[in-house]
């Protein structure tokens, strides 16, 4: 527990000064990272141990944030795809057949999943009304998270789903809804203070349910993972937490559903002060 709020005290600050103080391109760069770390990540749990694949399946979910925030330009989009392409399959030869080409698929499938989900923090920070919206699709899975992590060792008795997580519980999961629609309100009280912005309470609190509902999922997605391939964490780059996966397994769920939400219901609006 207390190598976890070692981490969360010195990653949260460091995103926040991605997300609002250091210039723009300091965003997909941060999601590049992580999406490459990630993707490494799971090539290593499905058991693509080629060195040189996964560096360039690695790449490939590197470059993507930044093909999100350069307005997906289709040219660079497709040469980044096509050298991959012929690497992979260069690789393959050169293997007589060592490579499997399901794990290769797999991989692919990690890559482009992984990033462009996380990429929706990217897209977010392309809206009119940045300020307000950036932080909420990593927000309300890290708080959804903890709530149910706390709850859960204090009030837990039913479990959730014993063979992907013992140790999560219905009460839980109940726990981490209600501290996501709270944390959800509460925010939007903060950034109408600080931006000035109109603020739709009602769907804050949607995004709270809503987002905690798809938390939970993306946790449960990835435990799967886990169980399916017989290993207790993605890695261990993140002391108290293991990989970066672990961490950001309900993000790269959550954060899509943030993104249409915020498109679909839109919680902020222009006040007197502007965002």
């Not at 497709?78 to 050169?94: P, S």
């Not at 109408?192 to 309470?201: D, G, K, P, S």
């Amino acid at each position: 527990m207390k190598k976890r709020i070692l981490v969360a005290c010195v990653g949260i600050p460091v995103i926040l000064l991605v997300l609002y103080v250091l210039p723009a391109p300091f965003t997909p760069a941060l999601i590049g990272v992580l999406s490459a770390v990630g993707t490494y990540e799971a090539l290593h749990a499905i058991g693509m141990n080629h060195p040189r694949i996964a560096l360039y399946t690695a790449a490939v979910a590197l470059a993507i944030p930044f093909w999100v925030y350069f307005g997906q330009p289709h040219q660079w989009g497709l040469l980044v795809f096509l050298v991959y392409l012929v690497l992979i399959f260069v690789e393959g030869f050169l293997s007589n057949l060592r490579v499997k080409i399901d794990r290769v698929g797999a991989g692919f499938f990690f890559a482009c999943t992984i990033s462009y989900c996380l990429s929706s923090v990217v897209r977010v920070g392309a809206l009119e009304l940045r300020t307000s919206y950036i932080f909420l699709p990593i927000l309300i899975p890290f708080v959804v998270d903890a709530g149910a992590m706390l709850v859960g060792m204090f009030l837990g008795n039913r479990q959730l789903a014993p063979k992907l997580s013992p140790k999560k519980t219905v009460e839980g999961s109940i726990g981490g809804l209600v501290v996501g629609v709270v944390i959800a309100i509460l925010y939007g009280m903060v950034m109408r203070l600080i931006t000035q912005v109109e603020v739709n309470f009602y769907f804050l609190a949607v995004y709270g349910i809503l987002g905690g509902v798809m938390t939970e999922v993306g946790d449960l997605a990835f435990s799967y993972i886990k169980r399916t391939r017989k290993i207790k964490d993605f890695g261990r780059v993140l002391p108290g937490h293991g990989g970066v996966l672990d961490r950001f397994d309900s993000v790269i769920f959550c954060a899509p559903l943030m993104e249409l939400l915020i498109l679909w219901l839109p919680a902020f609006s222009k006040g007197g002060g502007g965002a």
